[in-house]
């Protein structure tokens, strides 16, 4: 893990802790921007037993002023947008927004159409792209794993990148 | 003193302090609903206009989206218009597959939306077990067409895969389980005190309201009005494989819960009887590129009622009009009628009566004191749920 | 209950005083075309017979491609009763797009013109709501998305 030498040995620890704290049990809220339901359905799957994405620490609830990660469904339409900017900033920092699927990645087959706004990164920075139409539960699951791996370095603590999910290895899902 | 308080309740996620478009609004004497509007649209992305500027196959893939619950009924009413207006016919076994994708949509979904009445009663493990059932149907259409929501399994003059005997196997087997499972609910609903307490007598519509406000799908059918797409006007392979109509008397909140459970058992022999007697054909029929002009209907029934599809063609390879009426929009129609004079505790269960669309389910309830101080109160719908809960311990 | 053919001979009696022209354009559908003033007479006859239920409100943008000649919506109003199909159809023009509210016989029937005024700009004095259903708030008043001459918007956003 890379260290800035500017930072006072204690304020080293204390990010590393902080870090820790927001890695291991950030708090995720979930906006529906208008999308059909389907990565919706594959999102609150991956709450199930079956998929548990609260093993890895991540809860997902209501309050944008208590969530670390911002995870978007939809294609943006034009009824939602002012919501989702208050909702975002609502978050306190340090906040890292996810797109879920197609729509939220670049409009999907709705792109173009004259109600939404091709995608999330048109009114938010994202931080991960998950495409997927909808993505499975196991590629959500990677996808917000993977973000959260990359927020552990404490100097950026953005990736470097966004993130897109190309591939989900076939052994992640146990390893994860 | 006569204190009127207005409950305003948004669809989908909302800051506390603000009043947004795409919400329910009730005002309410004390706890006693007085009146109901709603304004919806926060998922309009202007798709009808879209498809008028795409290609027939282009249209479809944009269609199935409207809803990821109902992807393939959606394609079905679509593709079978379009097949009326170029004169052709899906082949047999193309229909039959329609009809078997059709009702494990229609298991998927009443599936999903009794885990969300399990959980707005305060069943949490309820619905977590449901959710789990859930993905026994989820998985069975993925081993058929490659994805767990949106199978994509039409094209305009057939279906894109077929059914070999080993799936064919897998289904039966899973739709044992379902319907092992689907008893146990059945049983739960009709019998445990605090879903009674919230569900029998309440919300009661009658057959005459039903009908004049146009209500369809399983609202319509728990108020004894006989109304089912696949019965009265069978498409697809509705005709080789006939539907028995499922229908209780009392028009209450309990009676449009058992018509959704007993449904299922209709949907489970169904799919058994199209897998027994799989007519063998091809599976597509050839289109041509441009559509010849002219104008149809295409009714089909989802899983929350009558779709509606208005297709007409100028003869080019662009669609002319296409117009979609999902079956939601009438029954909110119902909500909004029926919600006066009942309770606040009542409404979540009515709202999840009609069935709505799923993401309507994050929502906060503003309360606005009309009358004397000016002082709004918020509620999350948690909260409204809570209410619920409480007032029927 | 009336058998399809039943049902629709039935619809033609009840609309036969407002009828200007009629077809089947299938075996289970009869299609009439009536004057925008006679429209709330005919639903309210269809509505209180008891013939099926109002199912869907249909509006398509007719410009027209001669100068002379001004454009109309075409509104169509569909009622199902069991497997048969009885559509109202009216015309009117650009200049005054109006037609009278079905709502005080269907109060349900709300939802659907709300849709007809914001997207196609057909106007229906008397109906209880005129608040958008699916637009935003901000969207511009003159603006209706389904009429052809509707392009989009040219915006940064667009790509």
Known sequence: MQTDLNYQPLEQVVERIKTWARVNSPWAIHYNSGSCNGCDIELLTTITPHY????????????????????????????????????????????????????????????????????????????????????????????????????????????????????????????? | MDKQEKFIVPIGPQHPALKEPGHFEFTVDGEVV????????????????????????????????????????????????VEKLAGVEAPPRAQAIRVLIAELERIHSHMLWWGVAAH????????????????????????????????????????????????????????????????????????????????????????????????????????????????????????RF??????????????????????????YRLIREVLDNLPDSELTVKVPRKIPAGQVISR????????????????????????????????????????????????????????????????????KDQNQSLTEKTWSWDDLRNHGIERYK | MLDNYQSLEYARELLKPWVLSESTPAPERLDVELSAENLVAAVTALHQAGWGYLSAITGIDRPSSDPEQEGRIEVMYHFCWGGVVTTLRVFVPYSNPVIGTVCIEIPSASLYEREMIELYGVQFPGTPSTDHLLLPDDWPADVFPMRKSFTGFDSPDAD
């Open chain 1, 52 to 176: 548990d994405l609260e093993r890895f620490g991540v809860k997902l609830q209501g309050s944008p002023r208590h969530a670390d990660i911002l995870l978007v469904t939809g294609a943006v339409s034009l009824q939602s947008r002012d919501r989702l900017v208050r909702i975002y900033n609502q978050m306190p920092e340090p906040k890292f927004v996810v797109a879920i699927g197609a729509c939220a990645t670049s409009g999907g087959v709705f792109r173009g159409c004259y109600s939404v706004l091709n995608g999330v990164d048109k009114l938010l920075p994202v931080d991960a792209y998950i495409p997927g139409c909808p993505p499975r539960p196991e590629a959500i699951i990677y996808g917000v794993v993977q973000l959260l791996k990359n927020i552990q370095n404490p100097n950026g603590h953005h990736p470097e990148k966004p993130l897109v999910i190309t591939d989900v290895p076939p052994q992640e899902e146990s390893s994860c």
């Open chain 2, 34 to 81: 007085t009146s109901a509007t709603a304004r919806l649209g926060y998922v309009h992305r202007g798709i009808e206009k879209a498809v008028e500027n795409r290609n027939w196959t282009q249209a479809m893939y944009m269609l199935e989206r409207i809803c990821g619950i109902c992807s393939h009924v959606h394609a079905t009413a679509y593709c079978l218009g």
């Open chain 2, 120 to 239: 707005e009663g305060g069943f949490d493990i309820l619905f977590m077990y449901t959710w789990r059932d859930r993905e026994t149907v989820m998985e069975l259409l993925e081993m058929i067409s490659g994805n767990r929501v949106h199978y994509s399994a039409n094209l305009i003059g057939g279906v894109k895969f077929d059914i070999d005997q080993k799936q064919a196997d897998a289904i039966r087997k899973g739709i044992d389980y379902l319907e092992e499972r689907t008893r146990h609910y059945l049983e739960i609903i009709t019998t445990d005190e605090t879903f009674l307490g919230r569900t029998r007598n309440i919300g009661v519509m009658t057959s005459d309201q039903a009908k004049s406000l146009g209500a369809v799908g399983p609202t319509a059918r728990a108020s004894d009005v006989h109304r089912d797409v696949r019965i009265d006007h069978p498409y697809a392979g509705y005709d």
């Open chain 2, 242 to 267: 006939p539907v028995q109509i499922v229908t209780e008397k009392e028009g209450d909140l309990e009676a449009r819960f058992i018509v959704r459970l007993k449904e299922l058992f209709e949907s």
């Open chain 2, 300 to 367: 089909v029934e989802a899983p929350r009622g009558e779709l509606f599809y208005y297709i007409e063609s100028n003869g080019s390879d662009q669609p002319e009009r296409i117009k979609v009426r999902t079956p939601t929009l009438p029954n909110w129609g119902t909500v909004l009628s029926t919600a006066v004079g009942l309770k606040l505790a009542d409404m979540p269960m009515l709202l999840v009566g009609i069935d709505p669309c799923f993401s309507c389910n994050d929502r906060l309830v503003y309360v």
